[in-house]
């Protein structure tokens, strides 16, 4: 059986001389060979977003049907994840690099169609998206008319717009948009759709029905529906030609002749990209996202001196409050090693520092004092009134999740914490901070549900000008350099590092692991001065640091340490007595040296190893 090696992993295809596209003798073979090509290109603009797939499995003029279930023989390896429906779960297919994208096309999986919002926030969109599709009498041309009438009408709400081919008989119009309820972004569409019909009844129509379309074009907006797809960059199609759904710069659109000059197939795609690269990379950029507008006034047909894209006077005010304490925090769970770059289910991790402090969602409130709540849901601000003064300052609405941390002499002081409010205040060189590392509401905006990514950004900008007490954590998505920023910081008190994926919303239930806790642990020397439990079989080391410290080892020595530690202090140990604090011990009548971690507040130690010297 053939193979291909794509991403490290490789795989067996099948039948890669089946007929495809009849008309043109189109190959299987072909088919994969173009994905293989553009792969790098397509599969940022599928980022965490559950793929519905049109299967094609013996051609294009045969049985085609919809999947969005993962088609049969989809290996375990390939990522899924649950998507809302009617009737109740679906579970989808997320394609994360090429090695899963051959997968499923290798199944029959032709086109690739993908919703506007991330499957961490279902039904929130990122992007806006209008379907131009030509009724009988209209073609391409045409709708790039109409194209470019609504780049404009996007334009003066503050909007960019991105063109491609749909690979079938129209364009697609994909916009940047800071994350939005598809419901808010399908009525905006609706509404400029409906406003454009009004000056252009000649040109557009934007209901679906069959006779209003001759020689003109539908606008497609329902596609913004959560429910509703749309055909992804660099997707083939399955037509009578192998046609994909390209993307374009807007003076290739503008200065085209004809359709053929707006029809590109699978072989000829991979030299556009080589030569022009991603033309809808921009889409990918946060920078580039915008929010979007009220939807424009229900309009008249157009008379003449009537301003474009009316507005009401007024809009109803929105509430800027709507989040309220208390709220379920998210708890991460501990692990004993940092993951990596596509762990935690892959689509990147996001690296915090962990800090030692209380825990502490901060609500600013307007004219109503600020709340701090704790991790148990008690009201910090009165213990900690600089930082309640800080928040107090914030817009209102503004909910924010963080670490409330004292600083004395260089670091981190938890202790300082515990004092009371008059003893801090007396202490000078004492200062207290609100480090932030999420943002749960914006001022009239619940944004729980977006990605860490989505949220990230807005907490920047949320912060941008605000001075400290209030500063938001120190974060990366290079694993490399939140290990160097651990080490270097280990002197101040830095605990250690939260990771979380970067695609995950703000989930307090059902998060499994995708928030996580590595808590750096300091490895030091120490005397042993007894063990507990059977001389034979120790169940734990009494140790004496060098800064006279005591502990107890825990947890319990495992069988395989209890055998070596037993056989290394047998000849060391005196008679059993008992010890005030730990109860009967055997103590030890030569120096012998081991090594522990100490991990936690207050400090546990863990057993390493004994000393050979």
Not at 284 to 311: I, K, M, N, V, W
Not at 351 to 357: F, Q, R
Not at 482 to 490: D, R, T
Request: neutral net charge.
């Amino acid at each position: 059986m053939p193979q291909m090696t794509v991403d490290g992993r490789t795989l067996a295809l099948s039948h890669l001389d089946k007929v495809y596209y009849p008309r043109t003798g189109t190959l299987k073979g072909e088919v994969l060979r173009y994905y293989a090509a553009v792969h790098a290109a397509l599969l940022p603009h599928l980022r965490d977003r559950p793929v519905s797939f049109l299967r094609c499995p013996d051609g294009v003029e045969a049985e085609v049907f919809v999947a969005k279930n993962p088609p049969p023989g989809t290996p375990d390896w390939v990522r899924t994840v649950d998507v809302p429906s009617n009737t109740g779960e679906l579970r989808q297919v997320v394609l994360e690099d090429g090695a899963a994208l051959l997968t499923v096309a290798n199944l029959g999986c032709l086109e690739l169609h993908v919703p506007q919002w991330h499957a961490a926030a279902p039904a929130v969109a990122d992007r806006l998206v209008l379907d131009l599709d030509p009724g009988e009498g209209a073609d391409v041309l045409t709708c790039r008319a109409v194209a470019l009438l609504l780049r404009d009408r996007l334009a003066a709400d503050g909007l960019d717009a991105w063109v491609k081919t749909s690979g079938s008989k129209g364009l697609h119009l994909l916009v940047p948009i800071e994350p939005t309820p598809s419901t808010r972004v399908s009525a905006y569409a609706k509404a400029l759709a409906a406003d454009l019909e009004a000056e252009h009844p000649e040109l557009v129509v934007h209901t679906m029905a069959k006779a209003r379309r001759q020689g003109r074009v539908l606008v497609d907006w329902s596609q913004n529906n959560a429910k509703k797809t749309t055909a992804a960059p660099y997707t083939l199609r399955a037509r009578p030609r192998p046609t994909v759904s390209t993307p374009l710069s807007w003076a290739e659109l503008e200065r085209a002749g004809g359709e053929p000059d707006l029809a590109f197939t699978l072989a000829e795609v991979p030299e556009r990209l080589d030569t022009h690269g991603d033309l809808f990379a921009p889409l990918l950029d946060p920078e580039q996202a915008r929010p979007l507008p009220p939807a424009p006034s229900a309009a008249p047909r157009h008379q003449p001196g009537r301003p474009t894209h009316q507005r009401p006077e007024q809009q109803p005010e929105q509430p800027r409050q709507v989040l309220h304490p208390p709220v379920e925090v998210v708890r991460p769970a501990a692990v004993t090693a940092v993951p990596p770059a596509d762990g935690l289910g892959g689509g990147g991790v996001q690296y915090e520092l962990k800090l030692d402090g209380f825990r502490c969602v901060a609500f600013a409130r307007g004219d109503r004092p600020p709340v701090l709540q704790s991790r148990t849901g008690r009201d910090l601000a009165p213990e900690f009134p600089p930082i309640a003064a800080a928040v107090a300052r914030l817009p209102e609405g503004l909910v924010l999740d963080g670490e409330l941390v004292a600083w004395r002499g260089g670091r981190f002081a938890f202790g300082e914490l515990l004092r009371t409010r008059q003893a801090r205040a007396a202490a000078p060189d004492v200062a207290l901070g609100l480090i932030v590392f999420d943002v749960l509401a914006l001022p009239s905006r619940d944004v729980r549900r977006l990605p860490l990514t989505d949220r990230r950004r807005l907490l920047l900008a949320a912060l941008a000008d605000v001075p400290p007490p209030i500063q938001p954590v120190m974060a990366t998505t290079d694993r490399a350099e939140a290990l160097e920023w651990m080490a270097q910081l280990a002197d101040t008190g830095v605990e250690g590092l939260v990771c979380k994926a970067a695609a995950s919303p703000y989930r307090p239930r059902g998060a499994g692991r995708a928030w996580v806790k590595y808590r750096r642990s300091d490895t030091l020397d120490a005397t042993v001065r007894a063990v507990t439990g059977p001389a034979s079989r120790p169940h734990a080391l009494i140790l004496r640091l060098d800064d006279g410290r005591v502990f107890l080892t825990t947890p319990r020595l495992t069988a395989v340490q209890a055998r070596e530690v037993a056989e290394v202090v047998g000849p060391l140990l005196g008679p059993a007595t008992t010890d005030p604090d730990h109860g009967p011990v055997h103590p030890l009548t030569g120096p012998l040296r081991a090594e522990l971690t100490l991990t936690g507040r207050p400090p546990t130690a863990t057993f390493v190893r004994l000393r050979g010297d």
